[in-house]
């Protein structure tokens, strides 16, 4: 596709339920990123991709939190029983990124437009 | 965690104006960047500075990296209405980290 594509772009759950959020990266992007961002904040890094495996998953807050990248294209992040602390806008982001950014090509990351997530 | 802090956290200025905004950092980078974004869903890049470099322009953009300060500017000329939205600095080693962002208001 012409950029990165994140489905659903409005989640409504009920508390304690389980979510599914998808990203679409662009074609050939290596490194994929999840954030999540609540009103107000700048973007909070969740984790990251580099092929198929997690390089970084530092920011995943608990263990109900867990993201997978099977074949190193679409990625899904999972919410397990879900709170109303959840409710952000997740925000996913794919670049060509060389591993430690070294370089000037391929640097920026493309985000998506976001899934906006409300738990009641 | 966030790794940047932008300055001011909301700034509002006159169209025509310049705008300015900071960013301070806490550990060493291999580059800094700086998107903008609207209403709150998805970023958009705006440009990128390596940590060997000073300045860097692109159009009414530039962008000013001091590594012994560990701090960065975004200086806007010549603000539109256009501009208005919010500016967040990201730094970059293992991974892409943001701060807080600016929001800034061009007032027609």
């Known amino acids: 596709g012409a950029g990165v594509s994140q489905t659903p772009s409005n989640k409504v759950t009920e508390k304690g339920k389980y979510v599914e959020l998808r990203c679409d990266p662009i074609s050939g992007h290596t490194a994929l990123y999840w954030y999540r961002q609540s009103l107000g904040q700048g973007p909070e890094f969740l984790i990251y991709f580099q092929g198929t495996g997690a390089a970084d998953d530092s920011g995943l807050p608990n263990d109900r939190f867990f993201a997978v990248r099977p074949e190193g294209s679409v990625s899904t992040l999972k919410i397990q029983r879900t709170e109303r602390g959840d409710s952000a806008v997740y925000l996913c982001a794919s670049s060509l990124k060389p591993r430690n950014w070294v370089g000037e090509n391929g640097t920026e990351a493309f985000f998506g437009q976001g899934t906006r997530l409300t738990v009641v | 965690s966030q790794q940047g802090e932008e300055d001011p956290q909301a700034l509002s200025i006159q169209e025509g104006e310049n705008a300015t905004m900071n960013c301070s950092y806490k550990?060493?980078?291999?580059?800094l960047q700086w998107y903008r974004q609207n209403s709150g869903r998805g970023l958009v890049h705006l440009i990128l500075i390596r940590s060997n470099e000073r300045e860097k322009h692109s159009g009414r953009l530039r962008v000013t990296l001091d590594t012994s300060k560990k701090s960065s500017s975004l200086l806007i000329t010549a603000s539109r209405a256009a501009d208005t939205a919010s500016y967040f600095c990201a730094t970059a080693r293992q991974k892409l980290v943001f701060g807080q962002g600016t929001r800034l208001t061009i007032n027609p």
């Open positions: 550990t060493s980078i291999n580059n």
